[in-house]
T-cell receptor
Framework: EAGVTQSPTHLIKTRGQQATLRCSPI?????VYWYQQALGLGLQFLLW???????NRGNFPPRFSGRQFPNYSSELNVNALELEDSALYLC????????????FGSGTRLTVV | TQLLEQSPQFLSIQEGENLTVYCNSS?????LQWYRQEPGEGPVLLVT?????EVKKLKRLTFQFGDARKDSSLHITAAQPGDTGLYLC???????????FGKGTKLSVKP
């Protein structure tokens, strides 16, 4: 069974540009979660999508947005990039049944210069 | 706001030593999970605890959920270099739908 896949692995952007990150969940998982892992700050919750709808978002500005497609894959868009957006962006999926656990992808390392 | 505090933040020990990592909150969680993350990889789920007072063992790792479901601990017996990594606890945020993560404990086990 294929795990959660994220692309690209690394991304270098210039301040002010836009970045698009992609995530494919485990087959059968309908929920996708995005987290930002910046140095020293742990995993900060960004967005939760389930069945194509945004269900919850964390304390991030509106320039962080995303969507979930009919096949449950998801993309995260970050507009007007700032230097402090440099971080590892992790995507996780779950089936949302019972005490659930996440399966994480390996992440996209975004560097803003 | 639900928060999870992990301690210690860093831990460096010799192979063969025992260690305990703590995860504490003032909030009650319906379940709590432990993950391990290695450099360049995403976190990997180790265990989920659901019932207050529950103890689960995974080889040399022992996980305990506090009676009041506000805290948890991870105990490693006879640590090995392969145990090196970032250990994260995460609580079920309930109606929020997402997991809430602690900042992690960075463990280094030297041979």
């Amino acid at each position: 069974e294929a795990g959660v896949t994220q692309s690209p692995t690394h991304l270098i952007k210039t301040r002010g540009q836009q970045a698009t990150l992609r995530c494919s969940p485990i087959s059968g998982h309908t929920s996708v979660y995005w987290y930002q892992q910046a140095l020293g700050l742990g995993l900060q919750f960004l967005l939760w999508y389930d069945e194509g709808e945004e269900r919850n978002r964390g304390n991030f500005p509106p320039r962080f947005s995303g969507r979930q497609f009919p096949n449950y894959s998801s993309e995260l868009n970050v507009n007007a990039l700032e230097l402090e957006d440099s971080a590892l962006y992790l995507c996780a999926s779950s089936s949302r049944r019972g005490p659930f656990g996440y399966t994480f992808g390996s992440g996209t390392r975004l560097t803003v210069v | 706001t639900q928060l999870l505090e992990q301690s210690p933040q860093f831990l460096s020990i010799q192979e063969g030593e025992n260690l305990t990592v703590y995860c504490n909150s003032s909030s009650v969680f319906s379940s709590l999970q432990w993950y391990r993350q290695e450099p360049g990889e995403g976190p990997v789920l180790l265990v989920t605890v659901v019932t207050g007072g529950e103890v689960k063992k995974l080889k040399r790792l022992t996980f305990q959920f506090g009676d009041a479901r506000k805290d948890s601990s991870l105990h490693i017996t006879a640590a090995q270099p392969g145990d090196t990594g970032l250990y994260l606890c995460a609580g079920d945020g309930g109606s929020q739908g997402n997991l809430i993560f602690g900042k992690g404990t960075k463990l280094s086990v030297k041979p």
